[in-house]
């Protein structure tokens, strides 16, 4: 038997033995220990955050771009509890996590101590798995456990609270391999008999379409690879949630764009008239669906998932096949290739015809300004003078969320990191710095609002102290503008708090935080500010100040159809939305 | 104090949400369904699955849960809940992903099975009344398992619409209150579920 180490250096070396390299937290009383040894170490980089919140983002930043496992460390009561947004945002985006706090002595658990929360119970719903180690002998197993459960099957957050006395005790330390999980077995192959009735629809398909979403980029690599080589193999179209994309080349003629709320119009119109809808890694959100009741009404339903819980929640489908995307992808091809089918060319070319006509309409078009910069103006600029296989683009949430997601384009997975299903302001500067870490070669951008950036604004000065060289370009309407474009449709133009009152000067800001300030007020000005950013050395603060009302189209409004979308030339039309709808977000 | 049969009727969580209105659309009748979950029996595994039932907005008609297996430390949780086929998908495909969960069997529908429910009644009250409450409670075939002068305490057992209407017909008879455990339930035949 070997010697027993402390609860802290069973930490460290369960860190170790699951390939972590960087962690993101915050110290403090009841995680000291752990604080200790990492200091007596050079394995692992620490990385100091200013706030629990954003180690949270950084974690999912880092896993997203390098599809590792995110690694937070923080300390009891406020330290739990601060994580617990970053924690429910990848709990809802599907991102592997593994969270350890500290919590406070066993003996003293119950008794209101000072800074102790109930960590287990608080994060309960909004972590994959969760658990509250009481003996330092169940230590090593439970770290494994986490690192599993966290990376394997549908990727999600792991919290393991440590005592502050389980931290210091000595105990016993297990390897990884021997520990092996009773319940938790994730299937990842498919069911044969299902991917051989979707390939009989695949391939009997008159108006097919390709949905895919997040699933894909989790899945790996690998996944990608194979998705495309389906979809150039059938010819069929295809489009992407707002999670999914770079799993696809957006530069491809096959590429629709993004679906939902504000995809495009070709991307919506032929999910709603499709005959065959082929769901590999989606889970039919609303922001994609809209109205239920009118989603593709006359198509068969395909949906690959690794969650069973996924399959028929939101939508019922006729073909669901539970498993991992590159495993179901990798016997999907086989058993196409091998029945040697051939896609009906005439139908295929006439529905072809049909989505070029929708193309046409060029839903993304609007009106250029040369006084003042357009928002959608200063995406596309960023994206020509930035773009390449080691730009990295974060966003935080809201109109320029959107903007990023229709005027940026990507090519490669893991290269966007947005916070899609819990819709996170404050999730890109923290998210851009867990991406450097990972990527530190790349170019990081934080496409974000000046509301939002401020959110997490005081990620700044990690970046500056761990020398990250993030770039947060800030489309500055000095309005909350996806809420300001919500109450002007909705709520009679009553902008009920949404304007960015008593804003900082961002250029002086970043100065301030040792970084660098550039602004940008006029188009002419535009390209030479970027390139100026892709040059500095460090993090830059990029206040590009944009047209102030701009609104976000194409839009699906709330409880409307697919078919039943506004568009730009929309713009000061008034909008009906049932009461229904209204009540939707 | 008397106990109309109200309030006995079972605990049902209240959060009715948005989690159950996107099903409207589809026109499913709604059925009673008798779930049999295996649990690693670990802290917190019970918050777990009630926290889900609440959170999503499912109702709980009842829940037990004790250990089953000492050695493999597994406990069995039956829960009686109603949706439609569509939630009660749902909610079986939620409690295989929880991570301590072994296996989720739903006994209406994937097999036969034999449920049962333990429920101990007080009734109190002198004369006619008492003589009634006690004959009655022959017909049922429920035990006195503890009596006064003025009082009876029967002991239960069968499903739970034989208990609701022991317990309906002591209510005029002097009921004071009732404690049920909830559905126990088994798959029927010689193998295990």
Redesign the interface.
Request: net charge positive.
């Given at each position: 038997m070997e010697k027993q180490i402390n609860g802290a250096q069973i930490v460290l070396q369960a860190l170790r033995d699951n390939g972590v390299q960087h962690i993101f937290g915050y110290p403090g009383g009841a995680v000291l220990p752990i604080y200790d040894e990492l200091f007596q170490q050079e394995d692992i980089e620490h990385i100091l955050v200013r706030h629990e919140q954003g180690a949270t983002h950084a974690a999912e930043g880092y896993a997203r771009s390098s599809g590792k496992c995110g690694v937070v460390l923080v300390t009891s009561g406020p330290g739990a509890t601060n994580a617990v947004t970053g924690l429910t945002d990848a709990l809802m985006d599907s991102i592997p996590m593994v969270c350890i706090t500290g919590q406070v002595p066993t003996h003293l658990i119950g008794a209101d101590a000072f800074q102790e929360a109930d960590t287990?119970?608080i994060t309960?719903?909004c972590t994959?798995?969760?658990y509250?180690v009481k003996d330092v002998n169940d230590l090593a197993r439970v770290m494994h456990e986490a690192f599993y459960?966290a990376t394997t099957?549908?990727p999600g957050p792991v919290v393991v609270d440590i005592p502050k006395d389980v931290q210091f005790a000595m105990g016993d330390y297990l390897k990884p391999a021997a520990v092996k999980?009773?319940?938790?077995q994730p299937k990842v192959k498919g069911d044969m008999e299902a991917i051989n009735a979707a390939v009989d629809l695949i391939a009997n398909a008159k108006k097919p379409v390709f949905y895919t979403g997040g699933g894909v980029i989790n899945s790996g690599p690998q996944a990608s690879q194979l998705l495309r080589e389906f979809v150039k193999l059938t010819g069929y179209p295809i489009t992407s949630t707002l999670m999914g994309l770079g799993s696809y080349p957006s530069a491809d003629k096959q590429w629709l764009g993004m679906l939902g709320m504000h995809g495009t119009y070709e991307a919506n119109l032929a999910m709603h008239d499709c005959d065959v809808m082929i769901n590999i890694g989606a889970r039919f959100d609303d922001r994609i669906t809209g109205a239920?009741?009118k989603f593709s009404p006359d198509s068969k339903k395909i949906h690959i998932d690794i969650?069973?819980?996924s399959?028929?929640?939101?939508v019922?489908v006729d073909v669901p096949i539970v498993g991992d995307v590159a495993h179901v992808l990798e016997d999907m091809l086989r058993v196409y290739k091998s029945r040697a089918v051939t896609p009906d060319k005439k139908a295929l070319s006439s529905w072809w015809q049909e989505i070029d006509a929708w193309r046409d309409r060029n839903c993304l078009a609007y009106r250029k300004d040369d006084k003042a910069i357009k928002p959608q103006y200063a995406v596309e600029r960023l994206y020509e003078l930035t773009k390449g296989p080691d730009t990295f683009i974060t966003t935080e949430v809201g109109q320029h969320q959107m903007w990023a997601a229709q005027y940026y384009r990507f090519e490669d997975p893991n290269r966007w990191m947005t916070s899609g299903g819990l819709g996170t302001m404050g999730y890109g500067i923290p998210a851009a710095v867990g991406v450097q870490v990972a990527n530190p070669k790349g170019l990081v951008i934080d496409i974000a609002g000046e509301a939002s950036a401020m959110m997490t604004m005081q990620e700044l000065s990690t970046a500056v102290q761990h020398r990250l060289p993030i770039k947060i370009f800030i489309l500055n309407n000095e309005y909350m503008g996806m809420v300001r474009q919500w109450q002007e449709l909705l709520h009679g133009g009553r902008y009920s708090n949404s304007y960015s009152e008593a804003l900082p000067d961002f250029v002086k800001l970043a100065e301030a935080y040792g970084a660098t300030g550039i602004r940008a007020e006029k188009p002419s000005e535009l390209d030479d500010a970027i390139k100026r950013m892709v040059e500095t050395d460090g993090p830059v603060i990029f206040d590009c100040i944009v047209t102030k009302e701009e609104n976000c189209f194409p839009m699906i409004p709330s409880g409307a159809a697919h078919n039943d979308m506004l568009l730009a030339d929309d713009q000061g039309l008034e909008v009906e939305v049932s009461d229904e709808g209204k009540a939707l977000v | 104090m008397g106990l109309s049969p109200l309030a006995v009727l079972r605990y049902r969580v209240p959060v009715r949400g948005a989690g159950l209105d996107r099903f409207s659309m589809s026109e499913q009748a709604t059925a009673t369904h008798t779930i049999s979950v295996l649990v690693d029996n670990e802290a917190g595994v019970l918050a777990r699955v009630i926290g889900l039932f609440s959170g999503r907005g499912y109702n709980i008609d009842s829940l037990t849960v004790a250990e089953v297996d000492q050695a493999a430390q597994m406990s069995r949780i039956t829960v009686v809940t109603s949706g439609t086929p569509q939630v009660i998908e749902q909610i079986k495909a939620q409690l295989g992903r929880l991570v301590p969960v072994h296996r989720v069997v739903d006994l209406t529908v994937e097999c036969e099975s034999v449920e049962r429910e333990l429920a101990l009644v007080k009734v109190s009250g002198k004369g006619e009344a008492r003589v009634e409450a006690l004959r009655l409670s022959e017909a049922f075939r429920a035990r006195v398992v503890d009596a006064t002068p003025e009082s009876f305490v029967f002991e239960i057992t069968g499903n739970g619409e034989k208990i609701d209407a022991f317990i309906e017909l002591m209510t005029p008879l002097g009921l004071q209150e009732a404690s049920r455990t909830g559905a126990a339930a088994l798959a029927r035949g010689p193998e295990p579920m």
């Open positions: 287990v119970g309960r719903a994959k798995h969760n509250l459960v099957g549908r999980h009773k319940s938790y239920l009741d969650d069973p819980s399959i028929n929640k939101n019922v | -």
